[in-house]
Nanobody, 125 residues
Framework: QVAESGGGSVQPGGSLTLSCAAS????????IGWFRQAPGKEREGVSC????????YYADSVKGRFTISRDNDKNTVYLQMNSLKPEDTAVYSC????????????????????WGQGTQVAVSS
């Protein structure tokens, strides 16, 4: 199981850190991905971190602003979000899976084995 926390309301340009706490398995060995969904929009993959080697994936829309990381001791994956924009407003969820590695590329698949209920992020002035 995974459970998200850390969402909230922030002004444009602000920062938030989301947490994805895992139970029943070690995040070190599994790919963990973040995705988001805004009202009336399709689900969008945001970022993944690969099990073991920690290779990362970022969507173009968040590259350079968001950072995914993993704390093995806390069995938690984080999504540090900086320079937030109104278009980042969405429900953010984490899940087991989300990306795959093949041919030297770590890419987003959108396929998850399980995921949490999500946490709301609202960016507005």
């Amino acid at each position: 199981q995974v459970a998200e926390s850390g969402g909230g309301s922030v002004q444009p340009g602000g920062s938030l850190t989301l947490s994805c706490a895992a139970s029943g398995f070690s995040t070190y060995y599994y790919d963990i991905g973040w995705f988001r969904q805004a009202p009336g929009k399709e689900r969008e993959g945001v970022s993944c971190i690969r099990g073991r080697d920690g290779r990362t994936y970022y969507a173009d829309s968040v590259k350079g602003r968001f950072t995914i990381s993993r704390d093995n001791d806390k069995n938690t994956v984080y999504l540090q979000m900086n320079s937030l924009k109104p278009e980042d407003t969405a429900v953010y969820s984490c899940g087991v899976g989300g990306c795959a590695y093949y041919g030297g590329e770590y890419y987003y698949t959108g396929r998850y084995d399980s995921w949490g209920q999500g946490t709301q992020v609202a960016v507005s002035s």
